[in-house]
């Protein structure tokens, strides 16, 4: 059986919540999105319940992101009565991106798939982050990281990946003292410009966050 919708909602804060009016297609396509990331495969028919958007609008909608190959159909489910409902989910390969991590004491660098899923991982530790070499390492772990994604998904699918999230301490000179960081180092820290360096090393578009900020989005979505 098909939950409800009341039991689907468990936290109505984090609903999302679309709109019926005309021109607002990009963001109603985020709110579809959205409740099937926060409650796995929904049938149209609960996804217009808890988006609050006509069965129709939700229709094309999902017409349309199954052209953008975004969800996929799964299996029919056969109720007592009535025609059988098919959940709509995430299409793991719809879409990737890349998070990199800039710590204090290493880097991260993943590949996540539509669903949040990480596919691939590479951490390159360091006792201080040295901002003459470190931009040099994240794009060769990015190369690395679209090469595995070419390779496991054929050049069709490579350019999937659509950008880049960075997570990173403001003011990384000012832990000098704690990192032992050479003085010489930490004062070229506080002339770069993280975001803009990023992009000018991946060629991607770029998100940047405090890794404090990021540890608490990433905490509200798991």
Not at 90 to 99: Q, R, T, Y
Not at 194 to 212: A, E, G
């Amino acid at each position: 059986m098909t939950p409800t919708a009341a039991t689907l909602d468990p936290h109505p804060r984090l609903r999302p919540r679309g709109s019926n009016q005309e021109g607002v297609r990009q963001y109603n396509e985020r709110v579809v999105l959205q409740t099937i990331r926060l409650h796995g495969a929904l049938p149209k028919a609960d996804l217009a319940r808890l988006t609050h958007l006509s069965p129709q609008t939700v229709s094309i909608i999902i017409e349309r992101l199954l052209e953008d190959d975004l969800v996929i159909k799964q299996a029919p489910v056969r109720g007592k009565v009535g025609q059988p409902s098919v959940p709509i989910s995430l299409n793991p390969d719809g879409a990737f991106s890349v998070g990199i991590k800039v710590g204090r004491r290493n880097m991260d660098a993943l590949l996540v798939d539509f669903t949040g899923r990480v596919r691939q991982r590479h951490t390159l530790p360091y006792p201080w982050p040295d901002p003459d070499t470190l931009f040099d390492d994240i794009a060769r772990h990015v190369t690395q990281l679209q090469a595995h994604l070419h390779d496991t998904l054929g050049a069709a699918k490579a350019d999937r990946l659509l950008g880049v999230g960075v997570a990173a301490p403001f003011s990384l000179g000012g832990w000098q003292t704690l990192l032992g960081m050479p003085e010489a180092k930490a004062r070229t820290w506080q002339a770069i410009d993280i975001p803009t360096r990023m992009q000018d090393t991946t060629r991607l578009p770029v998100h940047f966050v405090k890794d404090t900020s990021a540890a608490c989005v990433a905490e509200l979505v798991a």
